[in-house]
């Protein structure tokens, strides 16, 4: 079976520019969150979404802003990058509530 | 104060060496506790996931849980060179479908031949 699957694997912007990332995530899976990962530092929550509805919002500016399709797909958009957007991105996965998450291989976004 | 500790290391073992990974949290809602392991260039991979104080073992690893002291371990036995990665605890918070996972730092380990 497929994991979760991110695209592109790896991103080179500069400052001021906009940026979307995209996440499939395992068949059957309705919650996908996405994380962003510096170097060194464990992951910290961006966002969740659950059956198309946002269920959760970390502590990071409206810049950044996401969505869910009807097929459980997701967005992420981050707009005006500045260089500390500079990070791994990673979408998780789950059945929903405290089930499992599983987390596909990320999108490295490189702000120049 | 984070609410999730955990000691980035590096730690480095010899290859057959037990290995003991740890981390202390401060929020009692956590109800799920999870180790995941992390290669380099790639995304997190789910090793253990408990819900209970106690065990959980799985082939050489083993989840241990203390609810009361707010701590959770991972052991590895036997460990092989294929096991340097970075290992990462994390909790969920939230209810119903709705919740998040807090992460600790991660630790590096480093399995020499």
């Known amino acids: 079976d497929a994991g979760v699957t991110q695209s592109p694997t790896h991103l080179i912007k500069t400052r001021g520019q906009q940026v979307t990332l995209r996440c499939s995530p395992i068949s059957g899976h309705k919650s996908v969150s996405w994380y962003q990962q510096v170097l060194g530092q464990g992951p910290q929550f961006i966002f969740q979404?659950?059956?198309?509805?946002?269920?959760g919002r970390g502590n990071f500016p409206d810049r950044f802003s996401a969505r869910q399709f009807p097929n459980y797909s997701s967005e992420l958009n981050v707009n005006a990058l500045l260089l500390g957007d500079s990070a791994l991105y990673l979408c998780?996965?789950?059945f929903g509530g405290g089930q499992p998450q599983h987390f596909g291989d990320g999108t490295r976004l490189s702000i120049l | 104060q984070k609410e999730v500790e955990q000691d980035p290391g590096p730690l480095s073992v010899p290859e057959g060496a037990i290995v003991s990974l740890n981390c202390t949290y401060s929020?009692?809602?956590?109800?799920?506790f999870m180790w995941y392991r992390q290669y380099s260039r790639k995304g997190p991979e789910l090793l253990m996931y408990t819900y209970s104080s106690g065990n959980k073992e799985d082939g050489r690893f083993t989840a241990q849980v203390d609810k009361s002291s707010k701590y959770i371990s991972l052991f590895i036995r036997d460990s092989q060179p294929s096991d340097s990665a970075t290992y990462l605890c994390?909790?969920?918070?939230?209810?119903?479908?709705?919740?998040?996972?807090?992460f600790g730092q991660g630790t590096t380990l480093q399995v020499k031949p």
């Open positions: 998780a996965s789950s």
């Open positions: 929020n009692s809602a956590f109800q799920y």
């Open positions: 979404y659950y059956e198309k509805e946002e269920r």
């Open positions: 994390a909790m969920f918070y939230g209810s119903g479908n709705t919740g998040k996972l807090i």
